[in-house]
């Protein structure tokens, strides 16, 4: 079975930075995609970022290109997401998720495209 277990989430002031960590078991977490996705409250899961199971392709949401960076560490079995330049409309629970199948995605985007989950930590940008 599967686990993911988030950390880092947190409060910070606008223009600030976060890690989020997100280490998973029970896979050969290197064959795997990795992906963020967020949910802020009243609103649904949004994709955020996916890394491919070699580390070599990345995929970014538009509204976090250029302050957000993925990585993993296939050795540690871990993926990370870099956050800086922070703003309260980045403000949600934060998922980390792992690839249903593996090697490579249709849709690195798709929320169906996993089918593992971590339960989530929460973000929260103050202005």
């Known amino acids: 079975q599967v686990q993911l277990v988030e950390s880092g989430g947190g409060l910070v002031q606008a223009g600030g930075s976060l890690r989020l960590s997100c280490a998973a078991s029970g896979s050969t977490f290197s064959n795997y995609a990795m992906a963020w996705f967020r949910q802020a409250p009243g609103k649904e899961r949004d994709f955020v970022v996916a890394i491919n199971w070699h580390g070599s392709s990345t995929y970014y949401a538009d509204s976090v290109k250029g302050r957000f960076i993925i990585s993993r560490d296939n050795a540690k079995n871990t993926v990370y997401l870099q956050m800086n330049s922070l703003k309260p409309e980045d403000t949600a629970a934060y998922f980390c998720?792992?690839?249903?199948?593996?090697?490579?995605?249709?849709?690195?985007?798709?929320?169906?495209?996993?089918?593992?989950w971590g339960q989530g930590t929460q973000v929260t940008v103050t202005s």
């Open positions: 998720a792992h690839g249903r199948q593996r090697g490579i995605l249709v849709d690195y985007t798709g929320a169906y495209e996993y089918g593992y």
